[in-house]
C-alpha cells in the first residue's frame, strides 16, 4: 500500500497515449498517485482528455481534517476535465473546492428489477419475521439499537410472535445482543450463507433490516450507500434502515409509502412501526415507485450517464 513503481506505469501509459491521436484517461482514486499520473498525461498531452474519477473522498469531507490532501487535491484538478464521485455528500463538498461542475455517479446495482407489479402477499396477522443479512461494525454500524427496539416491541404487544433471522459473519455478536436482552428465542442465526442462501432467506422474510450507521458523526453516515441498498430495494419487502436523519437515500427508501428510516435512538418509534407491520395481514408497497428509483442505479443506465457526459466533453473539445 505504500509503494507504487509509478514510473512503471508512466512508461505503460506513455506508450498508449504516444501511438494514438486522441485519448480519454481515467483515473481512479485510490491510491494517491493515480491523481498524480492523471496531472502528468494532462500536461504533457494537449489531445488528452483526463476524467478524475473518486469512489472514495481523497480528504475527510465530514470533518475537513486533513488540509494537506484538500489543497493538494484542489491544486491537482484544475487540470482535470471533468470530476466524477461517488456520493451527493461529495459531489457538494467537491465542487465547494474546485469551483465548478461535478459529475455524480453512484455505485449501482448490476441485477435485474423484473417485479410483480400486482403482487401482495399476505402474511400471519400478528407475527412478523425480520431478517438482516450483512456485516456489524463496532460504533459504525451496530444492531444493538434494532434489538432494544424489538425488546421494546415485545413488552408493548406481548400477544405478537416476532422473529429475527440473521445471516453473516457477526453471528456471535448478534447472540450476544439477544442473549443480553433474554430475546435469544426469537433469534434464528444462520451464520455465514452462500448469496443465493441469503437471497432465499429475504425472500422469505416479512420485513429486511438495513443497518447504515449507527456511529457519533452523522455527517460521515449520510451518504453511505452500500450495495445491500440496492439488494433489498430489488425485493418486495419492506425495509427498515437505521441511519442518519439525512441520509441522503432516505427519500429513495420511503418512496413505496411503507419503507421507514429511524435514527438510532429512535427505538420507541421503531418498535411501534414494528408492531404495527405485525398487526397487518397484508403489507402493500409501491413497486413502481421502487423499480422507478432501483432503475436509476441499474449499471447500464449509470454507464449511458456517464456516456452523456463523454459525449459533452467531445463537443466542447471539438473533436
Known sequence: MLYHDIFK???FIDEIIRNSKKTILITTYGPWFTLKIGNY???RYKNLIW?????????DISSYKNTFFKSQTKKILKKADAIIVVTKQMQKEYEKLVKKKVIFLPNGYDGDCMFNLNQHKTKRKEYLNISYTGSIYNEKREISYFV???KLSKEKAPNINFTFSYAGKDYRIVSEEFSKRNLGSLLNNHGMLTRDEALNLQSVSDVLLLVVYTGENPEEGKSIRTGKVYEYLATDKPILVIGPKN?????EIECDGVSKVF?????NEMADYIIELANKEKIEINIQKRKEVLERYLYRNLATELEKEIENLLKQKEW
Open 41 to 43: 498525461f494532462k500536461k
Open 9 to 11: 506505469y508512466k512508461n
Open 247 to 251: 441520509w441522503e437515500m432516505r427519500d
Open 51 to 59: 476524467l478524475a474519477d473518486f469512489r472514495d473522498p481523497s480528504f
Open 148 to 150: 432494544e427496539a424489538l
Open 263 to 267: 435514527e438510532k435512538n429512535q427505538t
